[in-house]
C-alpha cells in the first residue's frame, strides 16, 4: 500500500479521493495514466471560462484579483459611506448599497495607486455604472447653458499643490494676467488653452464654438489634469497651480475654494472693456462674438462679490 522509494505524489490527490486506502492503479505507469483522463476532461470547461462575460482574462488581468480581496471590501465600503450611499451620476440613494458599484474615476489599468486611491474612486448605482456614465456626462452638457456636474465634480479633493483659481467675464484678460503672474514651473489648466490643443491644432481658442460633445471631452481632460493635484507627489512636480474659470457665482467660487483649498482672484474688467476685445477677436478671424457678447452679460447679471476674493478691478487683467 505505500509508495516506493523516489514516486512522486499521489495523482489521485488532485482527481479524486482514495477508495478502501487505496488510489485505482497506483504503483503502476498505466494506472497513473487512467488517472489523469478524467483530470484532464475536467479541464476544458474551465479553461472556457478564463474570461468573464465582458471578455476580461483573469489570467492576462492579474489586477482583477484584488476585486476579492478583503481590503476592496473595506474600502468599497467606505467609499459607500463617504458618499451618502448616493450615485455620484444620478442621485439615486440605496441605504442597502446592494445596487451601487464602487467605481474608478480614471481607469487604472493595473496601477495600484490609481486603483487602491479613495480619491479615485467614486459611488455609481449599476445603471449608470455598466453604461450610461459617458452618456449621463454628456447628457448634462447643453449648448448655451452650464456644463453641469463636470464643471464641478464631487470626487475633487483638497490639492497638495497652492492653486489659485482665476474668475471672469469672457474678454476680462484671466489668460493674460496668469502669463504675467505664473512661475516658469507653474502648472496652468484653461479651458481654452485644451480646446485649442484638441480642436483647432494647438491654437489658444478653438476658433469656433464647441458641441457638447467637444465641451464634454474638454472638461474631462481637464478634470484630469486638477485631479493630478490631488496626489502628494504632485507638490514635487509643480510648485503652484493656476486654474482658470468663469465662476459668476459666489457660491461656486466658495465651492472651490472650499474643495481645492483655492485661494481666489476675480478680474473685475468692466463690461464695456470685456466687449472691447471680444471684437478685436472677432476682427481677426473669432467666430464666437456674438456668443462671447452674450456670455459677458450674463456674468455681470449672475456676478456677486464673495468674502474672501481677491478683486481685481478696471484694466488690471489686461488684455
Known sequence: GRRGAGQGPAIGRHAGRRRHGRLPGEGGLMGRLKQLKP?????????????????HSRVLEPWRKWYSLAAWSRLRLDILVRDGFECQACHHIDPTGR???????????????????PLNIQALCKPCHDG??????????????????????????????PVTL?????????????????????????????????????????????????????????????????????????PRAWIIVS??????????????????VVLETPEAECLRRIELDEASGDPRGPQARRSVAEWWRQYRPRDGDRRLGGLEGGS
Open 99 to 117: 445596487q451601487l458599484v464602487a467605481d474608478h474615476i480614471q481607469p487604472h489599468r493595473g496601477d495600484r495607486d490609481l486603483f487602491w486611491s
Open 132 to 161: 450610461a456614465k459617458q452618456r449621463e456626462e454628456r447628457a448634462f452638457v447643453q449648448r448655451g447653458a452650464s456644463p453641469g456636474r463636470m464643471s464641478r465634480p464631487e470626487w475633487f479633493r483638497r490639492s497638495h499643490v
Open 39 to 55: 483530470m484532464v476532461a475536467s479541464l476544458a470547461p474551465r479553461l472556457g471560462r478564463m474570461t468573464d462575460d465582458h471578455g
Open 247 to 264: 465662476e459668476p457665482q459666489a457660491s461656486a467660487r466658495q465651492w472651490w475654494s472650499d474643495r481645492l483649498g483655492a485661494q481666489v
Open 166 to 238: 482665476v474668475c471672469g467675464p469672457p474678454g476680462s484678460g484671466k489668460s493674460s494676467w496668469v502669463r504675467r503672474m505664473k512661475g516658469e514651473a507653474d502648472l496652468v489648466v484653461c479651458f481654452d488653452e485644451i480646446s485649442g490643443r484638441m480642436f483647432a491644432d494647438g491654437k489658444p481658442r478653438a476658433g469656433r464654438t464647441l458641441t457638447p460633445d467637444q465641451v464634454a471631452d474638454v472638461l474631462r481632460v481637464r478634470n484630469e489634469k486638477i485631479a493630478d493635484l490631488m496626489w502628494a507627489k504632485a507638490a514635487d512636480r509643480w
